[in-house]
């Protein structure tokens, strides 16, 4: 039996796709992140994106203090020279043509990409695939970044969050639970991959119809919201307006840097702006609104991590009698929630035992990088 609480430094996060920057953020010069309270460092070399461990091999100096020149990141601290491959190329202290040591090479993650606008970073295998955005290669869509939000509130409790339904009312009274009832009707999660999608529907408040305010359309219509979950921590919400005839999508994805940070990456999509810049700004400064009334609740929780519960037998499931008593109390409101929960434990589990067997970290040994097939900006 599992139980406990799934923190931003949890191993099995491991084995996961995490954003760990914006495309537009990675330079000519190396860029240091922090993933699950480790450091990487970011550079393109020779045209191609790679990452690594953020430490020299020779006296453990951050390989983001130094700078990239000919394709190689050069160590700011005595000039050893990385190739993408992590290969060291070059020891100044031994002179021109001597080889490095056979162990001065620059740990490299499993794997490294590019898709959305984002970076993606894979330290180990990673247990699902990079969340799809299919409205980017859709006609009409104006798309836009919030800015990158950090916070003390964990990535489990922060997904949990995205997936709430019944929090709206009460923490978005001011923006989007605007005259939502707090009534949330009985609703299916279903598999899909190594995740899974959530669709709901309901009557609510679209202030941002402009055919309300024009006396065309009530305020109050049927919304169609679709939820898509990637393990362990993308998310893409899909919100529908038949009788307006809108579509908005956001794509939530977080960075669990370390025990007491995440960082938050929002991108929305809309398809009823027309491409006008001021309106797409007002789209995403109410957007940003929203998220601050989250963090602000989110960040006076006093839990290290999102709780967990599974009785580890076939799939994972969650359980509700027998064995330890779980923190938390359900109910049919929480389907999402609960299916997050149940994926995630089972994630810890298969980890669990992954690092039990003696190639679970062959990556460390043989310094492979692998970008994932078919990235793309």
């Known amino acids: 039996m599992l139980?406990?609480?799934l923190t931003n430094v949890d191993p099995a996060l491991r084995h996961g796709w995490h954003p760990v920057a914006r495309s537009s953020g990675i330079t000519d010069a190396p860029l240091g992140v922090r993933l699950l309270g480790e450091h990487w460092v970011l550079a393109r070399l020779d045209g191609r994106l790679t990452a690594f461990v953020d430490r020299c091999p020779h006296r453990l100096a951050p390989l983001s203090a130094g700078r990239v020149d000919g394709g190689e990141l050069v160590c700011?601290?005595?000039g050893w020279r990385f190739a993408a491959s992590g290969e060291c190329t070059a020891v100044p202290a031994l002179g021109p043509?001597?080889?490095a040591p056979r162990r001065a090479r620059a740990v490299t993650p499993w794997g490294v990409a590019e898709r959305h606008g984002l970076v993606w970073l894979a330290p180990e295998e990673p247990c699902s695939d990079i969340v799809e955005l299919p409205e980017a290669d859709e006609?009409?869509?104006?798309?836009?970044?919030?800015p990158t939000t950090r916070t003390t509130a964990c990535a489990g409790l922060l997904a949990d969050n995205f997936l709430d339904a019944a929090h709206l009312p009460f923490v978005h009274a001011a923006t989007i639970g605007a005259g939502e009832g707090a009534v949330v009707g009985p609703y299916r999660v279903?598999?899909?991959?190594?995740?899974?999608?959530?669709r709901l529907e309901q009557d609510v408040s679209n202030p941002e119809d402009p055919g309300v305010a024009a006396g065309l359309r009530p305020l109050?219509?049927?919304?169609?919201?679709t939820y898509v979950y990637r393990p362990p921590f993308m998310l893409r919400l899909r919100l529908d307006y038949p009788a307006a005839g809108m579509t908005n999508t956001i794509l939530f994805c977080l960075q669990p840097e370390d025990v007491d940070a995440t960082a938050v990456y929002t991108r929305i999509m809309r398809d009823d702006l027309g491409g006008d810049p001021t309106r797409l700004a007002e789209a995403a400064g109410f957007e940003q609104a929203v998220l601050d009334e989250d963090l602000a609740l989110q960040e006076q929780f006093t839990l290290d991590g999102l709780p967990l519960h599974t009785d580890g037998g076939p799939g994972g499931g969650l359980t509700s009698g027998g064995g330890a008593v779980p923190e938390e109390v359900s109910i049919r409101a929480d389907a999402a929630g609960v299916a997050l929960r149940r994926v995630l434990a089972a994630l810890v589990v298969r980890s669990a035992a992954a690092r039990l067997t003696p190639t679970a970290d062959i990556r460390h040994r043989t310094g492979h990088v692998r970008a994932e097939p078919g990235s793309t900006m």
């Open 3 to 5: 139980t406990g609480r």
């Open 76 to 78: 700011g601290y005595h």
């Open 97 to 99: 043509g001597v080889p």
């Open 139 to 146: 006609p009409g869509f104006d798309s836009a970044w919030l």
């Open 190 to 198: 279903q598999a899909d991959g190594a995740g899974f999608v959530v």
């Open 220 to 225: 109050v219509q049927r919304r169609v919201s």
